[in-house]
């Protein structure tokens, strides 16, 4: 039987803030197979953030296990392609230079790997922008350069922390047509952490509810629309009964959350 792409068990870790202890995530047991896309949805400081960054090895849990294609990947970076919430494209490489340095870093020599990136500026809609500074792209293509960045890290996993946040609905609905494509063309296992629940749909084969910190799984939702999704699906019956059983649990998770509380203090 193949290993998930993605295993982690009994995942706790607490952090410390201001002289007291602060618990991030909870037990929190995840699978994700080979090929999958799972999206992350829950409040804010339930850990989402906490979980990709074991996974991408730089952070070292409380306790529980993380592996990563049948690897322990705890305290290992390097077994994952991670793209952090801010595209932190470095000002003085021009966009070229930027979407090589993944592999630059991998020791892959500079001249070999800017050939291999600039065979993916088309497909990643980006040609002829080869030569330009990060500070002369729009926000979509800087995002669009920090995603090929992370394609070309020679990793199976990827993962994605709120790469569109920081977008309009306009430019974010275009990433989201776009990145379908690119994964049709070459795919890839992929965990991607967002607030937007419609995003969560429109991406992912499953969503995964995290409760209130500490983060628990409280639900697990396997969309089964068809693919690619356009835009125009939000509006269509299934979706929004998807979206309503997403919502309904975050709704729980954060009365779960209350409950626990009251008889913390009771």
Known sequence: MTAPAIEVAGLRHTFRSKGREVAAVERIDLEVGAGEFVALVGPSGCGKSTLLRVLSGLLVPTGGTARVMGEDCVGRPGLVAY???????????R????????????GVPRKEARARAKGLFGVFGLEGFEQAWPGQLSGGMRQRLALLRTFLTPAGVLLLDEPFGALDAITRRGMHAWLQEVLALEPRTVLLVTHDVEEALVLADRVVVLSPRPGRVVEEVAVGLGRPRHPGVVTTGDFTALKARVLAALGDG?????????????
Not at 83 to 88: A, E, F
Not at 95 to 106: C, I, P, Q, T
């Open 254 to 266: 954060a009365g779960a959350e209350v409950r626990a509380q009251e008889a913390l203090e009771g």
């Open 83 to 93: 793209m952090p919430q801010k595209d932190l494209l470095l000002p003085w490489r």
């Open 95 to 106: 966009a070229l230079a930027n979407a090589a340095l993944g592999l630059e870093v991998r």
